[in-house]
């Protein structure tokens, strides 16, 4: 079953509003990390929050990581058309085997009208 | 620098027939990642190699599915016997690999169709 659940599944704005998604997961991770999709087709890192930080930004991206609740939220400021895609929580593993493996959520996917 | 490249793009075969799927990664990365995705879902782990290890095939689904990795680069996914749910979009990635690297670099995947 897949680590990671994003919260809501489809998000509709308008340009200029914020959007915030959610991830939760289950077991402990070394790192999280936030990618984008467009069109289906190959993903994007946008960021990375690691096991021991809380927040992190990256240009218009907020990502806070709550390790008690197993949950991350991701916000994107001042959003635009060119914003709308999928977006895909992954959950990481250190260690053994599973060094470097990720788990993906199901994506949530955000629509930013004109 | 050139990013993952994938082939063939685009791939329609008929249900029994073995299709490969290849994978470059970008030069350098030790680690390669094969994902599948199914229409409107998420990225489902099949099968990952790092350097000289033994691959970890945990996500494979069946036996059909194998994939090897040749002079620690270029990638081949092989399906044999195709069945129509191995319809999906094929997703590899590389990680340049080290103790403190995780951001994975997609390419832009195979799309399969098995009719």
Redesign the interface.
């Known amino acids: 079953s ?1 680590q ?1 659940e994003e919260d809501p599944q489809a998000l509709s704005i308008q340009e200029g509003e914020n959007a915030t998604m959610n991830c939760s997961y289950k077991t402990s991770i ?2 999280l ?1 936030w ?1 984008r999709q467009n069109s ?6 946008l960021i ?1 929050i690691r096991s021991n930080e809380r927040e992190k930004h990256s240009g218009r991206l907020r990502v806070t990581l709550d390790t008690s609740k197993k949950s991350s939220s991701l916000l994107i400021t001042a959003s635009r058309a060119a914003d709308t895609a999928s977006y ?1 929580c ?1 959950t ?1 593993l250190a260690g053994g ?11 949530t996917i955000l629509t930013v009208h004109p | 620098g050139a990013g993952v490249s994938q082939s063939p793009s685009n791939k329609v075969t008929e249900k029994g027939k073995d299709v490969e799927l290849r994978c470059d990664p970008i030069s350098g990365h030790t680690a390669l990642y094969w994902y599948r995705q199914s229409l409107g879902q998420g990225l489902e782990f099949l099968i990952y190699f790092q350097g000289n290890s033994a691959p970890d095939k945990s996500g494979l689904p069946s036996d059909r599915f194998s994939a090897e990795r040749t002079g620690g680069s270029v990638s081949t996914l092989t399906i044999q016997r195709t069945q129509q749910e191995d319809s999906a979009v094929y997703l590899c990635a590389s990680r340049r690999g080290g103790s403190d690297v995780y951001e994975q670099y997609f390419g832009p995947g195979t799309r399969l169709t098995v009719t």
């Open positions: 897949q990671g070394n790192n990390q990618y289906g087709r190959g993903l994007v890192h990375l895909f992954a990481g085997t599973s060094y470097g493996k990720l788990t993906f959520g199901q994506g």
